[in-house]
C-alpha cells in the first residue's frame, strides 16, 4: 500500500491535503500548501519505490534522478531562505537551523538514493535506499517539516509588510485629522492614496491566498469598507475644513476616521489569526447552520445509536427554535410567515418526541418493526425541518425583495438633497427621521437574510452589510445638517452626495447578495466573486477638482447588452472547460478562472449591476484583466518546457497570440478619453477586446487539458523542468517596492524553487 511521509512524520495533517508543519507552525494560505505539494509527491514517489521487488535499470535511473533533483531544488531553496534570514534579523535563528536541517536532508535523499551504477543496490555494502529503508522515511520527515518552517517563517515576512503598510497609513491618518489647513491637507492625502494603495495589493494578495474562506469573506469586507471610506473621506475631511465650527461636520468626520480604523484592524486580526485582548472570535449561530448540524445528528442515528444523548439533541432543538422567534418577533414579518413558522416549531417538537421515544425503545432491543419505526421518523423530522427552513428562507427574501423594491427610488435621499439645499432644517428633520426608520427596516433585513443565507461568507457578508447600514445612516444625516446649516456651501454638498452614493451602493450590493442567497437555496452555486481592487484610480487624486466617473445610461446599457451577453456565454464556457481539470490548483486553471471571474463582473456592468459603478471601475477591471492574461501566457510558457517538442509551436503560438490581445486591451483601457461618446466608444472597445481573450481562452483551456493528459499517458511522467536560471535566485539589492520585495522575499520566490523538481510516478 503506498504511503506518505506525512502520514507518519512531525508535519502535522490539519489541511485537507495532508500537509502541514511542525506545532506552532500553522499553513494558513494556499501559496505555502501548495508549494510543498511538489515535494511531497516526488518524496512519496521514492518511499513507495523502497519495498518494490521489481526494480529495472530505468526504475534505478528514475529513483536517482528524482532523489538529485530533490536534492537540488533543496540546496538553492536554502539559498534563498538564508537570503531572507540576512535581510530578516528577528527570524535569522529560527529560519538558518530550518535551512540548515533542510540541507541535510537533502543532502541524505541523495545519498540513499545513489543506486542507479549499484549491480546490487540491496547489498548491505551500500547504504541505499533499498537497505535503509527508516533512514529515507527519518530524512523525509525532517526534510518535510524543516522545508514547512522555512516557508511559513518567510510568510511571516509577508504579514510584517501588510503590518508595516498599515502602521504608515494610521500615521499619515492621524496628520490628516489635525490638519487645520487646505494646502496642507491635499499635501498629506496625496501620501495617504498612495499608501491606501500599497496596502491594497498586500491584502488584495493576501486575500487570495488564504484558505480559509471565512477569513477571506471577513477581508473582503474589510477591503470594501476602506475602498469606500477613502472617497468619503476626502469629502468629510475637506466639508470640516470648509465649516470648522460646524459640530455635525466634525461628527460626520469622526465616523468615517473610525470606521477605517476599525477595518484597518480587523485585517490585521486575520493576518495575524489574532483577536485584541485574547478575545474569541464568537461566530453567529444561524438558523440554516443550525438545522443542517441537527439532521445531521439525526442521520447518524441511523449507524450508531448510541453516539449522542436525547439531551443533546433537545437541546440543539430549542437553540433553533429560539433563532426563529428573530422572525415571529419582528414587525416585518407577514402574518402568514409568522403563523407557518410558529405552526413548523411546534410541529418539530412533536416530530422530536416521536423519534427520541422510538430511538429509546431502539436501543434497548433492536427488532426489525423498530428500526423501521425509526427510519420514518428521522425521515419526518427531517422533513420537518426541511420545511422549517423553507419557511424561513422564503420569509426572509420575500422581506428583502419588497423592501428593496421600495426603496430602490431612494426618495428620501433625494428629498434630503433638495431641503439641505434649501436650508430647511425642519423639513430636514422630518426627513432624517423617514430614513432612520428605512435605516432599522434595511437592518432587520440583513439579519433575518444571515439566518438563511447558506454557507459562511454569506453570513459575513449579511453582517457586514447590516453594519454598513448602521453606520451610513447616521453619516448621511449629519452631512444632511451641515448641509441644511451651510446650504450654499458646494463642499457640503458633494460631501452629502457621496454619503448617498455609499447608501445606494450598498442596496445595489443587496440585490445581487439576494440573488446569492437565493442561488444556493436553490442548489446553484451563486453569482461569481468579482474581482475586487482597492482603491479604484482616480479616487485618491490629491486634486479636488478630479472629473467624477461616469455610468452608462439605459440607452447605452441597451445598446451594449448583445456584446455583455456574450461576453457571459464565454464565461460559463471557461467555467466548463477549468472543471474538466484534475488538478484545480494549476497555474493555467487559477488564471483562467479569476479572468472569468473578471470577464463576469465586466458582463454585469452591461447590465447595471455588480460592483463595477462606474465606468472608470470598468477600465481599472480591463486593465486587471489584461495583466492576468499575461501571466496566464508566461504560464503556458512555462507549460510549454514539458510537453512534447511537436506540441511546443502551436503552445507557444497561442501564448504569443494571448500576448498581443492582452498588451492591446491594456493600451485601449488606459486610453484618455474625454466627452460622453468617446468614453462609450471606449466602453464597447474595452468589453470587445475582453470578449475576444475569452473566446482564445476557450480555445486554450481544452488544448492545454489535452496535452497535459497525452504527456501523462505517453510518458508515465512530465518531461523534466527547465535548469534553474541565476536570475530566479538572485537576491537584488535595490528590490525596495513592495512589490519587489513580496516577490524576491515572500512564498513567490520559494515555490517557484521547489515547483521546478521533476515528477516521478509510481510504476
Not at 445606494?504 to 475586487?532: A, C, H, T, W
Amino acid at each position: 500500500m503506498a504511503t506518505s511521509p506525512c502520514s507518519s512524520s512531525g508535519v502535522s495533517s490539519s489541511s485537507s491535503s495532508g500537509l502541514g508543519a511542525d506545532a506552532g507552525l500553522e499553513i494558513r494560505t494556499r501559496s505555502v500548501e501548495q508549494t510543498l505539494v511538489p515535494l511531497v509527491s516526488q518524496i512519496t514517489t521514492l518511499i513507495n519505490h523502497k519495498d518494490k521487488p521489481k526494480r529495472s535499470d530505468k526504475t534505478l535511473q528514475a529513483i536517482q534522478r528524482v532523489g538529485q533533483a530533490v536534492n537540488l531544488a533543496v540546496g538553492r531553496f536554502v539559498t534563498v531562505g538564508e537570503a531572507i534570514a540576512n535581510e530578516n534579523h528577528e527570524l535569522k535563528e529560527e529560519m538558518s537551523i530550518a535551512c540548515i536541517e533542510a540541507r541535510r536532508a537533502g543532502e541524505t535523499i541523495a545519498q540513499l538514493t545513489d543506486v542507479a551504477n549499484l549491480d546490487h543496490p540491496e547489498s548491505d555494502s551500500h547504504i541505499t535506499i533499498f537497505t535503509d529503508k527508516t533512514g529515507v522515511v527519518k530524512a523525509a520527515r525532517l526534510l518535510l517539516s524543516s522545508v514547512t518552517k522555512v516557508l511559513v517563517l518567510a510568510d511571516r515576512i509577508v504579514i510584517k509588510q501588510i503590518i508595516t503598510s498599515r502602521n504608515k497609513v494610521l500615521a499619515t491618518m492621524e496628520q490628516l485629522e489635525k490638519v487645520s489647513s487646505f494646502q496642507e491637507f491635499v499635501q498629506i492625502f496625496s501620501q495617504f492614496g498612495n499608501e491606501m494603495v500599497e496596502f491594497a495589493h498586500l491584502t488584495g494578495d493576501r486575500q487570495n491566498d488564504l484558505k480559509d474562506e471565512k477569513k477571506k469573506a471577513r477581508m473582503a469586507a474589510s477591503r470594501a469598507v476602506l475602498e469606500k471610506c477613502t472617497m468619503i473621506l476626502l469629502t468629510a475631511s475637506k466639508t470640516c475644513l470648509r465649516h470648522p465650527d460646524c459640530e455635525s461636520a466634525r461628527i460626520n468626520k469622526d465616523g468615517v476616521f473610525h470606521r477605517m480604523r476599525l477595518a484597518l484592524e480587523q485585517v490585521i486580526e486575520i493576518v495575524t489569526d489574532s483577536r485584541p485582548n485574547g478575545e474569541n472570535e464568537m461566530a453567529p449561530i444561524s438558523i440554516y447552520s443550525g438545522i443542517k448540524e441537527f439532521k445531521n445528528k439525526v442521520e447518524g442515528l441511523r449507524e450508531n445509536l448510541y453516539f449522542l444523548s436525547k439531551e443533546n439533541l433537545s437541546t440543539m432543538l430549542e437553540v433553533i427554535l429560539e433563532h426563529t422567534e428573530d422572525f415571529t418577533d419582528s414587525a416585518y414579518t407577514s402574518h402568514e410567515h409568522r403563523e407557518h413558522i410558529l405552526e413548523l416549531s411546534k410541529q418539530a417538537k412533536m416530530e422530536l418526541e416521536q423519534l427520541v421515544s422510538v430511538w429509546m425503545q431502539a436501543q434497548n432491543q433492536k427488532t426489525k418493526d423498530l428500526m423501521e419505526d425509526l427510519e420514518v421518523a428521522i425521515l419526518k423530522t427531517c422533513q420537518c425541518m426541511n420545511e422549517l427552513k423553507r419557511e424561513v428562507h422564503s420569509a426572509a427574501t420575500s422581506l428583502a425583495a419588497d423592501l428593496l423594491k421600495y426603496h430602490m427610488d431612494h426618495m428620501v435621499l433625494k428629498a434630503l438633497k433638495i431641503t439641505g439645499v434649501e436650508g430647511n432644517l425642519e423639513a430636514v428633520a422630518e426627513y432624517t427621521c423617514k430614513l432612520s426608520e428605512q435605516k432599522e427596516q434595511l437592518v432587520e433585513m440583513c439579519r433575518l437574510l444571515r439566518h438563511v443565507s447558506g454557507t459562511e461568507p454569506l453570513e459575513i457578508t449579511c453582517i457586514h452589510a447590516e453594519d454598513t447600514f448602521q453606520v451610513t445612516g447616521p453619516q448621511i444625516i449629519s452631512a444632511a445638517e451641515t448641509l441644511a446649516l451651510h446650504p450654499s456651501s458646494k463642499i457640503a454638498k458633494e460631501n452629502l452626495e457621496v454619503f448617498c452614493e455609499a447608501w445606494e451602493s450598498q442596496l445595489s450590493d443587496m440585490s445581487m447578495l439576494l440573488r446569492e442567497i437565493n442561488d444556493v437555496f436553490e442548489g446553484r452555486r451563486g453569482e461569481k466573486r468579482v474581482y475586487l481592487s482597492l482603491p479604484r484610480p482616480g479616487k485618491h487624486n490629491a486634486n479636488l477638482k478630479a472629473l467624477k466617473p461616469v455610468k452608462l445610461d439605459t440607452e447605452e446599457q441597451a445598446k451594449i447588452a448583445k456584446l455583455g451577453l456574450e461576453l457571459h456565454l464565454l464565461t460559463s464556457d471557461v467555467d466548463s472547460e477549468t472543471e474538466k481539470w484534475e488538478n484545480q490548483e494549476n497555474d493555467i486553471v487559477q488564471h483562467g478562472q479569476g479572468m472569468s471571474s473578471m470577464a463576469y463582473s465586466m458582463y454585469l456592468f452591461t447590465r447595471g449591476e455588480g460592483l463595477l459603478k462606474t465606468t472608470q471601475d470598468l477600465f481599472h477591471q480591463a486593465e486587471i484583466f489584461a495583466t492576468e492574461g499575461t501571466k496566464l501566457a508566461s504560464a503556458l510558457h512555462a507549460f510549454s518546457d514539458q510537453v512534447h517538442v511537436d506540441d511546443k509551436p502551436l503552445l507557444l503560438l497561442e501564448a504569443e497570440k494571448l500576448i498581443s490581445m492582452c498588451k492591446q486591451l491594456q493600451i485601449t483601457a488606459k486610453a484618455s478619453v474625454q466627452g460622453k461618446s468617446a468614453t462609450f466608444t471606449k466602453v464597447d472597445a474595452c468589453i470587445l477586446k475582453t470578449r475576444n481573450v475569452m473566446t482564445l481562452l476557450c480555445q486554450l483551456l481544452p488544448l492545454c487539458c489535452k496535452l497535459l493528459r497525452k504527456n501523462k499517458a505517453g510518458n508515465g511522467c512530465l518531461k523534466p523542468a527547465p535548469p534553474w536560471r541565476e536570475d530566479r535566485i538572485r537576491i537584488g539589492t535595490n528590490a525596495h517596492t513592495p512589490e519587489k520585495r513580496a516577490e524576491t522575499f515572500g512564498i513567490k520566490s520559494l515555490e517557484n524553487h521547489v515547483t521546478s523538481m521533476t515528477f516521478l510516478e509510481s510504476k
